[in-house]
């Protein structure tokens, strides 16, 4: 190998500084303490790695000269990519933000894609035959990084609540058979291209399969699956920009993408095990349609004790230890504030007030510790699911606010759809206000019997507006 | 096979078991803004996306490079800012946590 020239070698050492900030970034992202300052890291490696290739760009001589039109493309597409990200990420409601980093994962496959269509461009018009590993990573870049674009447009659009992408599934008729169509027409092309054919056409054809692909794919996935599809597709593009890095011979995305690569599939798995199913399962569209799936009896028959805005009210301001469970139908209703404002009204009165914050509350794992923070909750009040299930039996009241499968003690028992997977020990508790509005079921799409314990009393409302009612109510007492 | 494309595959290959190693370690309270920091992580594509920018001579080249490159910008600027302002949410607000002692001998004796 020859020797790199002095620029070369200095640009590498930056790209290589970015990479060790990326690794101790996300290793400093582990605590909550540490976690800013790890970002902040990762962003500087970025920033060294962005200024480091610039200034090899410009001054390097590989005899071609000056491209002062692809500066000035850089330029433009610095100045406009930076202005819409920057402005969309400060000014988005952190409801909002899964959909905001499921598109930010979409144009980062977009881009991905669009380096090996380039390349594939510049091969077809001088006729060059790749290399087989230019032509394997090349199509596996396309593939992928097509498929984590229009996948994650989907995902994004499904969280929120886009007419053309409703959050429900959407099942087309003869779907399964049109996505597995298009993969096969995917596999085909990638292995007649890999076999040493040169063909724009055929490439073309991969393309249009695999965008079409990664719509059909997400389609049929409930809006309630879409974090664990994000992970996913996240992962995907960070494999995408890996195989870009094979493309053009650049170790920096090479060791960056498959970073994210595994640490999307890591979290993806970790994701899917808390919600009891597995990846495979959520893609193929299992269980998480939430109607016309089995309900299972529960051992007590029990009826319904429906509880009035009063009586839960006194409950709660006289209560010794109160422990909240947010759920998902708190983030929808974007009550966040309504119960931060109860427990201060309850604090106000020495209750002891704690958050019990299952490990897929929301609509992403820590999602609702996000959404809580917004609202000014007291950090150490959000407590992990471990932590607090020993404390229900000392809670005088248990209020479950959106939760519905996470507090469903059937979990416990086998031969349930929810068997398996923790819970909150809810049920423990001396008594049980939970605000929901009607009884439908959870996303499991089995009834929850915890609502038929003796101890528990249903108030029927709209996250938001019970929970403003109960502060009401008890500003009143 | 090449020495350099061996030397690629070899870092490929270490650098998926340090992102399994690194990500294992997390709480799940830390998830989403994990995988909005590793989001934008693979903004790095913005260095092989101005690689072709600049090599960009004919007018489709020059046009994908540049939806690459703002893309690729797009992605890095928006994860790390939208990342930093999750993490932000999590910093200990020292005075929220003592009133709740203090006026604790209002509650009513009824």
Redesign the interface.
Known sequence: MPDLSLLETLVRIAWLAGAVAFVLGLVRMNSPATARNGNLLSAGGMAVAIVATIVFLLFRDNGTGFNAVGWVIIAAGIALGGGLGLYTARTVKMTAMPQLVSLFNAVGGGAAALIAIDDYLGLNATSTLPSLQVSVATVLDIVIGSITFTGSLIASGKLMGLKITPSKPVMIPGGQLVTAALALIVVAGALYLWLGNLSLPVMLVILAAALIFGVTMTLPIGGADMPVVISLLNSFTGTAVAMAGFVLDNVVLIIAGALVGASGAILTKLMADAMNRSVINIMIGGFGGGEGTVAVAGPEGGAVRSIGIDDAAIQLAYAQNVIIVPGYGLAVAQAQHAVRELADQLESRGVNVNYAIHPVAGRMPGHMNVLLAEANVPYPQLREMEDINPEFERADVALVVGANDVTNPAARRSGTPVSGMPILDVDHARSIIVIKRSMGRGYAGIDNELYVNPKTGMLFADAKQGLADLVAAVKAL | ?S???FA?LT???L??????A?????????????????????????????????????P???I??????????????????????????????PA??A??AA??????SA
Do not use: W
């Open positions: 096979m020495v350099e494309l690629a870092v490929f290959v650098a998926i078991l340090c992102g399994l690194v990500i294992s370690k997390v709480p799940a309270t830390l998830h989403t803004p994990l995988m909005s920091g590793a989001n934008s992580i693979h903004g790095i594509v913005l260095v092989g996306s101005m690689f072709i920018a600049v090599e960009a001579t004919d489709i080249a020059q994908l490079s540049f939806i690459a490159v703002a893309f690729a910008t797009m992605n890095v600027v928006g994860g790390y800012v939208v990342t930093d302002r999750m993490l932000l949410m999590f910093r200990r607000k929220a946590a009133p709740a006026s604790s001998a209002d509650k009513p």
